[in-house]
């Protein structure tokens, strides 16, 4: 365990945990000293991810197999991660899944529409609701997974994009509220990240349609998630847009 490193002595929720931009994230708040409680739903997949990161850094990682729509296991997941770590520093909003490539608003079957908006939305709003009085606490700092798909009107994917205009504005419009009592809201808007995105409604994931960097890697968002994770009152970095250089070029 690093105690000289900056975030020694912290521990991070981390939702979204057993894939893509969540497990680099993970991994990246480790390697900076936190702890983390690591969330998803696939328990194999998160396990063998903590041992990893036990191993490599020597810190805690606590595995909670949770699915954020799941309201009252979304509490018992951040209550049993304050029982473990004595606090909550850091949380990662980080968990969300893509609409088909195959749809539009006229098509799109109505448990698919349920389905995006209950993780994108509703999972964003359970977690944040059960962290905040922990960040309180310690003037903790919130991470928010947005999008360039938040930031600019997206014709292929409407649904989609919505829930990621939806987490900023609700980030933002936080960020003003708990700023008060000094917890920090930052949201992070990432281009294509080559990760496991359309696992579930789509026929590729950004890992099988993507060439090795060719698209940003998941390791890079993570290593932004944890420079915002060391922010201290009181400022903020409010939104971090980490796009791929060449991306306006084939807006
Ligand atoms: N990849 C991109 O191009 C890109 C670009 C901009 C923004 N983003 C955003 O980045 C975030 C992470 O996505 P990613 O690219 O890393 O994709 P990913 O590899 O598919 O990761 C998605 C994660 O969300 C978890 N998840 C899905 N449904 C869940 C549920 N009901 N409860 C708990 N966890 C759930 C998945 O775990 P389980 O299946 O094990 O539950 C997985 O760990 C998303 O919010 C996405 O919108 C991605």
């Known amino acids: 365990m690093g105690t ?8 991070a929720f981390i939702t979204g945990a057993s894939s893509g931009i969540g497990e680099a994230a993970a991994e ?5 000293g936190a702890d983390v409680a690591l969330v998803a739903r696939r328990k194999e997949k998160l396990e063998s991810i903590a041992e990893r990161i036990e191993s490599v ?21 951040v209550a049993q991660t304050v029982d473990t770590f004595g606090q909550l520093d850091v949380l990662v909003n980080n968990a969300g899944i893509a609409t088909g490539s195959d749809v539009t608003v006229e098509t799109i079957p109505a448990e698919q529409y349920r389905d995006v908006m209950a993780v994108n939305v509703d999972g964003v709003f359970f977690v944040t609701q059960a962290a905040i ?13 947005g999008s360039f798909a938040g930031q600019f009107p997206r014709p292929g994917a409407p649904l989609y ?11 933002h419009s936080l960020a003003g509220w708990l700023g ?4 920090g809201v930052t949201v992070i808007n990432p281009t294509e990240v080559r990760t496991e995105f359309g696992r579930g409604y789509r026929d590729q994931t950004s890992k099988d349609r993507f ?4 698209v940003t890697e998941p390791e890079v968002i993570g290593d932004a ?27």
């Open 225 to 251: 998630i944890a420079f915002a994770a060391q922010q201290e009152p009181p400022n903020v970095v409010s939104e971090l847009d980490l796009y791929r250089r060449g991306k306006f070029s084939h807006f």
């Open 4 to 11: 000289n490193l900056p975030l020694a002595g912290k521990s």
């Open 57 to 77: 850094t020597g810190q805690t990682a606590f595995v909670l197999p949770t699915d954020v729509t799941d309201n009252s296991a979304v509490n018992e997941a």
């Open 161 to 171: 994009a919505a829930t990621k205009w939806w987490t900023r504005g609700f980030a």
């Open 28 to 32: 990246a708040l480790a390697a900076q």
């Open 211 to 214: 060439e090795p960097n060719e």
């Open 133 to 145: 009085p922990h960040l309180r606490e310690t003037s903790g700092i919130a991470v928010f997974v």
């Open 180 to 183: 008060e009592d000094e917890v």
